[in-house]
Antibody
């Protein structure tokens, strides 16, 4: 079965770029949409955006100017870049497969990214 | 694009039924039959419980059911069990975009 795993730095300095990778195992990224979702500590889920395996994307309007989701450099990976981060970007970041229109399933285990100097 | 509105908390005793509401707009819930629900236990990733308003993925107990009326959706859990205590999030398609609810904490008394 498909499994997802997020990876990347757990600490990012303010104004720098947050970069995460999601590695998909047990299946191919072909023919699906793939998404990033985040959850600030103690708060709810926020959709960041999604990409189709071919590279087309859609982003949350509130983050659109700072976000890029793209196919990873290695096979079966996709990535998230968020520029000019502030403390408000501190969150657990999840990657997920988007099955059909709105089925986020499965999810990665999540990775905490803290923005602090 | 505003978050969907959910009650902050609901509670029920074992064996009872609870319903969690999720209110959106004519641009999201009201426009599409693409509402999903996620269960999240503390420190864990969310789990898909309902999709396409009322469909259950394989492995999700039939105690969980979903519905929609107008601009609002609901998740009903019948025969409450202790392991149902968790946070629940609704999610709606909004025309190439996605919006989540703020989450509801379910307490099993």
């Amino acid at each position: 079965q498909v499994q997802l795993q997020e990876s990347g730095p757990g600490l990012v300095k303010p104004s720098e770029t947050l970069s995460l990778t999601c590695t998909v195992s047990g299946g191919s990224i072909n023919s699906y949409y793939w998404s990033w979702i985040r959850q600030p500590p103690g708060k709810g889920l926020e959709w960041i955006g999604y990409m189709y395996y071919s590279g087309s994307t859609n982003y949350n309007p509130s983050l659109k100017s700072r976000v890029t989701i793209s196919v990873g450099t290695s096979k079966n990976q996709f990535s998230l870049k968020l520029t000019s981060v502030t403390a408000a970007d501190t969150a657990v970041y999840y990657c997920a497969r988007v099955y059909a229109i709105l089925r986020f399933d499965p999810w990665g285990q999540g990775t905490l990214v803290t923005v602090s100097s | 694009q505003s978050a969907l509105t959910q009650p902050r908390s609901v509670s029920g005793s074992p064996g009872q039924s609870v319903t969690i509401s999720c209110t959106g707009t004519s641009g999201d819930i009201g426009a599409y039959n693409y509402v999903s629900w996620y269960q999240q236990h503390p420190g864990k990733a969310p789990k898909l419980m309902i999709y396409d308003v009322s469909k259950r993925p394989s492995g999700v107990p039939d105690r969980f059911s979903g519905s929609k009326s107008g601009n609002a959706a609901s998740l009903t859990i019948s025969g409450l069990q202790a392991e149902d205590e968790a946070d629940y999030y609704c999610c709606s398609y909004a025309g190439s975009l996605v919006v989540f609810g703020g989450g509801t904490k379910l307490t099993v008394l």
